[in-house]
């Protein structure tokens, strides 16, 4: 009885410093998010919590690994995006559109098989900042030319969206780690 109160008590300490990791994980996500959202107008609450808690590691990390998780999420859409783009400029689309496709491909172009998790390992936040607002600032030029024109439907209108708010995310964490502007 003794051994069995011991082992069931084990099991209980260990449940519970488990479950009160993850809580305090979440947590992190949560203050995080708060934080940017309060910051950044431009940052939707929901969005930012969605975004890092969709990696399956994140509930296990710090903020540094937030900000892994955060530029990794940036670059997979950045990826995403690039290649919906030429896809789009293959297509037999209305040539205003076309012309306005290429724009955004001209800003997009420079960010092609770019790799910032170099720079986010050795801890040089301003790169990965820097890098985060040149694409992010690229995503509001290339969605103003795509809706300049009247009953033009633009595609890229939410993977700019949200491109533009992982990049604010990205910034974002970037200083709560220690980079000043």
């Known amino acids: 009885m003794n051994r069995a109160f011991k082992i069931s008590s084990l099991f209980l300490i260990h449940f519970l410093i488990i479950f009160c990791g993850v809580q305090s994980a979440s947590d992190l996500i949560q203050d995080t998010c708060k934080k940017i959202a309060a910051t950044e107008v431009e940052v939707n609450f929901n969005f930012c919590v969605q975004s890092l ?4 590691h994140s509930h296990e990390v710090d903020l540094g690994g937030l900000g892994l998780i955060a530029v990794k999420l940036l670059q997979a859409n950045i990826t995403g995006t690039i290649e919906y783009t030429k896809q789009l400029l293959k297509q037999k689309l209305d040539p ?51 809706t300049q024109k009247k009953g033009m439907v633009p595609p890229l209108t939410k993977r700019n969206a949200e491109i533009f708010q992982l990049s604010a995310i990205v910034v974002d964490i970037m200083h709560f780690l220690g980079w000043r502007a």
Not at 133 to 141: K, S, T
């Open 53 to 56: 808690g969709s990696d399956p």
């Open 96 to 146: 205003r559109l076309l012309k306005r496709l290429s724009f955004c491909w001209r800003l997009y172009a420079p960010f092609e098989g770019k790799d910032v998790i170099p720079f986010y390992k050795a801890k040089d936040y301003s790169s990965v900042a820097g890098f985060a607002g040149v694409f992010g600032d690229n995503e509001v030029l290339c969605d103003s030319q795509l």
